[in-house]
């Protein structure tokens, strides 16, 4: 379940990662505060989930999938289990996690979703322990592991958990955050210059402007492909799954987490022998001797901080996490 498994699926071909942590504005940052009070129960789930996972990684067997994934992590696993194999020796290293730190985030209802902060090799296939924050959902009564989040390069954002959410608005619901930012870095892959109206009501941070951003990484890619007579199109969409938005402290808004499709198909009338496209990306194995065509799909996390209406403040993208589902080559 390694997000970088498929070389064919990076760089352009899956925007975001270069700004992993970027961004500016919102509350100040910090890292994992020490774990919630009474959280002994969200511990235990985190600890069943890593479990699971450990049973598929060695096993090859995802039957326990919809016990401990949901949303966007379901996706994932789902993908995972359809190309799952186990290597020659069968003999794999359990995955980790360490640093848990859980965090129930302030409510009004009974409590039906927590943060657990650690360090883990899960999201890389035991290469590397990674700061990860997992979003976990109850449905139908079990904790499930809805997403992932790469840790900001500035930190976490501090989350409520004394008292209830704000009762005003934030700047973009809930229900339209997918929708709209799916609209500006669609945007953005046309590696056209951002402005402050074209981005609205997000504000133009690292992730939309300056050398790592998804603009100019775009604008890069499309030339070196344009130049070689091949076209690149992508886009982003949102997935059925809903947008979780878990309150700041001190009333500041929102941190929103919402799930996206990004897609991407390469066009080369003249054909490509290649094993890479001229932007640097690998094509997609199994592949013809001659490539006139490749789609690939991926699904990823963007976060941000969304505050109240009446802060009178932009949208701030924050995080990410991407994953590969399909690349095909014709």
Not at 4 to 12: C, D, F, K, R, S
Not at 285 to 312: G, K, M, N
């Amino acid at each position: 379940m390694n997000r970088n498994a498929m070389p064919a699926l990076v760089g352009i071909a899956l925007i975001g990662l270069a700004v992993t942590g970027c961004g500016g504005g919102g509350p100040v940052p910090v890292n994992p505060p020490p774990s919630s009070a009474h959280s002994a129960a969200e511990q235990a789930a985190t600890m069943n989930w890593l479990a699971k996972t450990n049973g598929m990684w060695a096993s090859g067997d995802f039957a326990a999938l919809d016990q401990v994934t949901t949303a966007e992590m379901r996706t994932i696993y789902l993908s995972e289990e359809s190309h799952a194999s186990l290597p020659g020796n069968a003999d794999r290293q359990g995955l980790q996690l360490t640093g848990l730190s859980i965090t129930i985030p302030c409510h009004t209802a009974p409590s039906n979703v927590f943060v657990a902060y650690g360090d883990t090799d899960v999201f890389d296939l035991g290469s590397a322990m990674q700061p990860v924050a997992m979003v976990f959902e109850r449905i139908g009564g079990s904790w499930k592991l809805a997403a992932a989040v790469d840790r900001p390069e500035a930190g976490w954002p501090a989350l409520c958990t004394q008292g209830t959410p704000p009762a005003t608005p934030a700047v973009i619901p809930s229900a339209s955050y997918a929708t709209v930012l799916a609209q500006v870095l669609t945007h953005a892959m046309t590696g056209v210059t951002e402005t402050s109206a074209a981005a609205s009501p997000f504000a133009v941070n690292d992730f939309l402007a300056g050398s790592g951003s998804i603009t100019a990484q775009s604008a890069t890619q499309l030339r070196q492909d344009r130049q070689a007579g091949i076209t690149f199109t992508g886009r982003f969409t949102p997935t059925p799954d809903p947008t979780l938005a878990l309150p700041l402290a001190h009333g500041r808004g929102f941190w929103m987490i919402g799930f996206l499709t990004q897609s991407g198909t390469y066009s080369a009338p003249s054909g490509l022998r290649a094993k890479s496209w001229p932007d640097g990306n690998q094509v997609a194995t199994p592949r013809p001797a001659v490539v006139h065509h490749e789609a690939d799909t991926f699904i990823t996390t963007y976060t941000a901080i969304d505050p109240l209406q009446s802060a009178h403040a932009s949208v701030t993208l924050d995080g990410f996490f991407g994953w590969p589902l399909t690349a095909v080559a014709s």
